[in-house]
Antibody, heavy 113, light 107 residues
């Protein structure tokens, strides 16, 4: 079955680093781009970036200085890491496949001390 | 960045009604416009891709149209399961951007 599932810490302190994993099943990461999107109360849905099937990345300049997307194809996992977190980064983080046809359920992240 | 202006933000309608939701881009997006349905706690579901292509498994009461900067999602006859939030996504150019969403409620 083709699916995506995000896992993450739930609560992160300001200035710390957020790490989220997207585990995929039913397809290979070497065949599809993987996107990251977030939904925050302040800005709604925002595209964060993607990793291509070949492993190169593209980032939204809004996040570029503090965002990193990587993957482990052997584990069928894609990773999002974002540093210097602020309370405004509180929201739901989603991974999505390629042409946005399939999304995970998202993981809620709260940035608070 | 391309701004996507979605309207209306809220829509109250009855079962059987025909409804339309609009997204206006700040520049030409060459029909690279998708529509999604989102229900609370669920993954967004793609309804329409590239303006007017119905996603496999989505009922034919959903349709999309548009070109240039103006795009529309139409639900021809609302069903109870259609009450949800809808949003558009332009994937013509970086950074990809989203509409602000339309919450469709039961009248």
């Amino acid at each position: 079955q083709v699916q995506l599932k995000e896992t993450g810490p739930g609560l992160v302190q300001p200035t710390q680093t957020l790490s989220i994993t997207c585990t995929v099943s039913g397809f290979s990461l070497t065949s599809y781009y993987m996107q990251w999107v977030r939904q925050t109360p302040g800005k709604g849905l925002e595209w964060m970036g993607f990793i291509r099937s070949g492993g190169s990345t593209e980032y939204n300049s809004e996040f570029k200085s503090r965002l990193s997307i990587s993957r482990d194809t052997s584990k069928n996992q894609v990773f999002l890491k974002m540093n210097s977190l602020k309370t405004e980064d509180t929201g739901v983080y989603y991974c999505a496949r390629a042409n946005w046809e399939l999304w995970g359920q998202g993981v809620m992240v709260t940035v608070s001390s | 960045d391309i701004q996507m202006t979605q309207s209306p933000s809220f829509l109250s309608a009855s079962v059987g009604d025909r409804v339309t939701i609009n997204c206006k881009a700040s520049q030409n997006i060459n029909k690279y416009l998708n529509w999604y349905q989102q229900k609370l706690g669920e993954a967004p579901k793609r309804l329409i891709y590239n303006t007017n292509n119905l996603q496999t498994g989505i009922p034919s009461r959903f349709s999309g149209s548009g070109s240039g900067t103006d795009y529309t999602l139409t639900i021809s006859s609302l069903q109870p399961e259609d009450f949800a939030t809808y949003f558009c996504l332009q994937h013509n150019s970086f950074p990809f951007t989203f509409g602000s969403g339309t919450k469709l409620e039961i009248k």
